[in-house]
């Protein structure tokens, strides 16, 4: 691996703290107790006041905030009111950080879940960690729900990156229709793209909000984009699939602004 991932990165970065203590060797274990942590708005008890926690882009901010609600050790599940309200990604993000803080190589991915709506590629974010041999996928937030029996290992095809998204898609072998954003109306190739672009910075240790848009992001969404943007985000999908990706992440349609991370 060129880029290290045991390595925090510039919003995977943890203190030490008491509450860090608890925190598992063991990388499942490590994961297991962040759907306890984390609650979406619309998930029951989430506190409707409380909304623009969902801004929050560093794990350590996310830490901060658990700990201002809550300070017991970070293995503790807290009730839905004692939890940052978040999505996919801050369970992705969080899990990331805390594997990261015990050394072990970790990676947050965004992509498409296909588990939560047959014939449908969800908007969504997991985690990635190296036990070795090879990277293991495991959805923290699924480890809370009934819809896989398998969260802690996902399976080929559960979960697509944006890049292996995009890939397929080019090759005729996806509807891009059917990828998206759940209640929304933002489905189809730019979802994929963007996603795409998201990944590409997540493989970077830049581990963005789901809905932060750089570079040329914005006009594929608008339809303003064409054959070439195609022909960059074919690029992006390589790269994400070979690993090298530090390279490509220089391009100035890539690359997160220093401005959005802080």
């Not at 993000?93 to 709506?117: D, E, K, M």
Request: proline share 8%; charged share 25%.
């Amino acid at each position: 691996m060129s880029i290290d991932y045991a390595a925090p990165g510039p919003l995977t970065t943890l203190t030490d703290a008491p509450a860090l203590a608890s925190v598992a060797a063991d990388p499942v274990a490590v994961c297991a107790p962040v759907h306890g942590l984390i609650v979406q708005p619309t998930d029951p008890g989430a506190p409707p006041d409380r909304l623009d926690e969902k801004q929050l882009r560093p794990a350590s901010a996310i830490v901060a905030r658990l700990l201002d609600l809550d300070p017991a050790p970070l293995s503790s599940v807290r009730p839905p009111a004692a939890r940052v309200v978040g999505t996919c990604r801050h369970y992705a993000v969080l899990s990331c950080a805390l594997l990261r803080y015990r050394g072990i190589p970790a990676r947050a991915r965004c992509g498409f879940a296909t588990y939560f709506q047959p014939g449908r590629g969800l908007d969504h974010w997991i985690t990635e960690y190296h036990d070795g041999s090879r990277w293991v996928r495991i959805d923290t937030e699924a480890m809370g729900l009934t819809v896989l029996s398998h969260p802690d290992d996902l399976r080929p095809g559960e979960f697509l990156t944006g890049g292996e998204a995009w890939a397929a898609h080019r090759r005729g072998e996806l509807d891009a229709s059917t990828f998206g954003v759940f209640g929304t109306e933002n489905w189809g190739p730019a979802e994929i793209s963007g996603n795409a672009v998201r990944d590409l910075a997540a493989l970077n240790k830049v581990e963005m909000l789901p809905w932060d848009e750089w570079g040329r992001m914005t006009d594929a969404y608008d339809g303003k984009t064409g054959p070439d943007y195609d022909a960059l985000i074919d690029r992006v999908a390589e790269a994400c699939a070979s690993e090298d990706v530090a390279g490509l992440y220089r391009h100035d349609d890539l690359r997160v602004p220093g401005a959005l991370i802080g």
